[in-house]
């Protein structure tokens, strides 16, 4: 049964940085993509990052030069970097998982989700 459990989130001015983690288990095979969600209040579920074991990585246009997804394969642990961090990036931040290495940013593509950590950046 694969687990994700998120941590990191926290409250912090605009142009700070928080660095979130996503510890990972239960989960086989050698091919995956894991990603990084984010939902704000009254909003749909987004994808933020994403990096499958080839260690490609997508990103979203609003965090692109702001944010960068990272995989330690030896720890099981997805982590974002964010840095000038801006108050519309304030969310539930969602780490995911999917058996495949063909992902993008669709919550569809992805079977496995923590249960969110959250980030709230005050102007």
């Known amino acids: 049964q694969v687990q994700l459990v998120e941590s990191g989130g926290g409250s912090v001015q605009a142009g700070g940085s928080l660095r979130l983690s996503c510890d990972a288990s239960?989960?086989?095979?050698?091919?995956?993509?894991m990603g990084w969600f984010r939902q704000g209040p009254g909003k749909e579920r987004e994808g933020v990052a994403s990096?499958?074991?080839?260690?490609?990585?997508t990103y979203s246009d609003s965090v692109k030069g702001r944010f960068a997804i990272a995989i330690d394969n030896a720890k099981k642990t997805l982590y974002l970097q964010m840095n000038r961090l801006k108050s519309e990036d304030t969310a539930m931040y969602y780490c995911?998982?999917?058996?495949?290495?063909?992902?993008?940013?669709?919550?569809?593509?992805?079977?496995?989700w923590g249960q969110g950590t959250q980030v709230t950046v005050s102007s």
């Open positions: 995911a998982r999917s058996p495949s290495w063909l992902c993008g940013l669709s919550v569809s593509e992805f079977q496995y």
């Open positions: 990096v499958n074991n080839y260690f490609h990585t």
């Open positions: 239960g989960y086989s095979g050698s091919t995956y993509c």
